[in-house]
C-alpha cells in the first residue's frame, strides 16, 4: 500500500469518524428536545385552550380567577393576551413561548409573574378593539402607544375577576 493511499484512507476513516459523532450529536440532541418538548406539553401551546396556560403552575391564580371572571363566558387567554391577526398572533406566540421556555426553565421569573411593555400594548389593543362602541370616541389617550391611560388601571379584576384584584394582571 502506498503512502498516498493510506493517508486518503486514513482522512475517509476520519471524516466518517466524525460524520458518525456529529450525527449521534445532532440525533442526542433531537432526542432530548422531544423529551423536552412532550414533557412540557408543548403542543398544547399552539391551540386556544385556556388550560394550556396553567402547564405552568405559576399561572394557576390568574387561571382560577378568569374562570370566576365577568369574561369567562365571551373571552379566552388568547382572546386578550394574543394579537387577532394571524402573523401577528403566531409571532406573539413563538416570542412568548421562547421566553416562557426559558424563564421557567432556568426558574428566572419575577414574582408574581409581570405582563412584559410589549404585551401590555397587546392586551391595551384587544380591550379596545372588543370594546369600540365604547372607546371609538374616547379619542387619543386610548391607546398605549400613545401614552394614554391603560384600560386594566381602572379594569384591573375584569379578566381575571374579583378575587385576582390588582395582582391580576401581573404576567
Given at each position: 500500500?502506498?503512502?498516498?493511499?493510506?493517508?486518503?484512507?486514513?482522512?475517509?476513516a476520519g471524516?466518517?469518524?466524525?460524520?458518525?459523532?456529529?450525527?449521534?450529536?445532532?440525533?442526542?440532541?433531537?432526542?432530548?428536545?422531544?423529551?423536552?418538548?412532550v414533557y412540557a406539553e408543548g403542543f398544547s401551546y399552539m391551540s386556544s385552550d385556556p388550560k394550556a396556560c396553567v402547564n405552568c403552575h405559576?399561572?394557576?391564580?390568574?387561571?382560577?380567577?378568569?374562570?370566576?371572571?365577568?369574561?369567562?363566558?365571551?373571552?379566552t387567554c388568547v382572546d386578550c393576551h394574543l394579537p387577532h391577526d394571524f402573523v401577528g398572533k403566531w409571532r406573539a406566540k413563538a416570542e412568548n413561548g421562547y421566553?416562557?421556555?426559558?424563564?421557567?426553565?432556568?426558574?428566572?421569573?419575577?414574582?408574581?409573574?409581570m405582563i412584559k411593555k410589549g404585551n401590555?400594548?397587546?392586551?391595551?389593543?384587544?380591550c379596545v378593539h372588543c370594546h369600540e362602541?365604547?372607546?371609538?370616541?374616547?379619542?387619543?389617550?386610548?391607546s398605549l402607544a400613545e401614552g394614554g391611560v391603560q384600560c386594566v388601571h381602572c379594569h384591573a379584576s375584569v379578566g381575571h375577576g374579583e378575587t385576582a384584584g390588582l395582582g391580576g394582571m401581573r404576567h
Open positions: 500500500m502506498t503512502a498516498n493511499r493510506f493517508a486518503a484512507r486514513s482522512r475517509m471524516a466518517i469518524t466524525a460524520s458518525l459523532v456529529l450525527a449521534a450529536l445532532l440525533g442526542l440532541l433531537a432526542g432530548i428536545g422531544a423529551f423536552a418538548f405559576i399561572m394557576r391564580p390568574q387561571y382560577d380567577a378568569w374562570q370566576k371572571s365577568s369574561h369567562h363566558s365571551v373571552a421566553h416562557h421556555s426559558v424563564a421557567f426553565t432556568f426558574q428566572d421569573f419575577h414574582e408574581p409573574i401590555a400594548r397587546i392586551l391595551q389593543q384587544n362602541a365604547i372607546t371609538h370616541g374616547l379619542g387619543p389617550g386610548t
